[in-house]
């Protein structure tokens, strides 16, 4: 089944405590993106990636980092977890722009 | 920037009837694309229906059809026949031709009256 897998599904944490959310597609996608979802604030970019190895920064970059070793991985890294980066997150890839396949999210809290 | 406005929070409608959700968007691009996603409770994004700007021809997808005015901007989405499932946030998104990231409204919470 073509699926993007994102773990964890929850996470609960504690400020400064460096964390991963991996992220994994199986279609061979080049296009791999991570957002965060606010209520009032819908979806907003955090990073991209185009291919392997190519990563650039989206809207809200500040605090997180990403890598691209291999074309199906795209992990989130939060070096030092903030309370404000409590929210909803959601990797997602595409082939062609046209359809976009998202992960299940992950609900992080940061306290 | 391109941005994407949902000014409706929140609508509700009675089962089996009609409702439309309102979605506008700012742009100075000719080409690009316009997403609905319904979010349910799941959290799962689910692609309801796409409509791609160079296209005259209003998108639909069985009960779900778009009111697409280039000129104006807008992006309405109409749900006919409105069932309990239709139940969710929907979210309006807009992609330049240019590169794939995704402009997202800040969605509109859909509740059906049984």
């Known amino acids: 089944e073509a699926q993007v897998t994102q773990n964890p599904r929850y996470l609960i944490t504690v400020t400064g405590k460096k964390l991963t959310v991996t992220c994994s597609q199986n279609m061979n996608h080049e296009y791999m993106s991570w957002y965060r979802q606010d209520p009032g604030l819908g979806l907003r970019q955090i990073y991209y990636s185009m291919n392997v190895e190519v990563t650039d920064k989206g809207d809200v970059p500040e605090g997180y980092k990403v890598s691209r070793k291999e074309k199906r991985n795209f992990p989130l890294i939060l070096e030092s977890p903030s309370p404000n980066q409590t929210s909803l997150y959601f990797c997602?890839?595409?082939?062609?722009?046209?359809?976009?396949?998202f992960g299940s999210g992950t609900r992080l809290t940061v306290v | 920037a391109q941005t994407v406005t949902q000014s409706q929070p929140e609508m509700s409608v009675q089962e089996a009837e009609t409702v439309t959700l309102s979605c506008t968007y700012d742009?100075?691009?000719?080409?690009?694309?316009l997403f609905w996603y319904k979010q349910p409770p799941s959290r799962q994004m689910i692609l309801v229906i796409r409509?791609?700007?160079?296209k005259q021809q209003n998108a639909t997808e069985n009960r779900f059809s778009v009111n697409f005015q280039k000129a104006a901007k807008s992006f309405s989405l109409k749900i006919s026949d409105s069932q309990l499932g239709d139940a969710a946030m929907y979210f309006c998104?807009?992609?330049?031709?240019?590169?794939?990231?995704?402009?997202w409204g800040a969605g509109t919470k859909l509740i059906i009256k049984p």
């Open positions: 742009t100075s691009e000719s080409d690009y694309y």
């Open positions: 409509q791609e700007a160079y």
């Open positions: 997602a890839s595409s082939l062609s722009g046209v359809h976009y396949t």
């Open positions: 998104a807009y992609r330049s031709g240019g590169n794939y990231q995704l402009i």
